[in-house]
């Protein structure tokens, strides 16, 4: 009896934690589509800005290429414009 005494206060019995419920299939998908539209977008403002800059670098490439500007071509197609139209009302 004498040992009893001597062992000390008991410890707390361990919760058993519920098991998680399964995630349905239903629940899968929509994860799975939450996740591509944030992965789409992170995409898209990377991707967009790169595409544009280098659209406005193949232009300007472009134009250096041939020797010309953007307000040359512009006053070229004026010309061409203001032909087509003294054409057209003879």
Not at 52 to 65: D, E, K, P, Q, R
Request: proline share 8%; aromatic share 8%.
């Amino acid at each position: 009896m004498s040992g009893e005494l001597n062992e000390g206060p008991l410890a707390p019995a361990a919760t058993v934690t519920p098991p998680s419920p399964k995630v349905t299939r239903r629940e899968r998908r929509r994860q799975r589509r939450r996740r591509r539209k944030i992965g789409e977008e992170i995409l898209a403002w990377i991707l967009v800005p790169v595409i544009v800059l280098c659209c406005y670098w193949a232009i300007n490439a472009g134009f250096t290429f041939f020797g010309t500007t953007p307000s040359a071509v512009f006053d070229q197609l004026k010309q061409v414009k203001t032909a087509l139209e003294k054409r057209e009302s003879r």
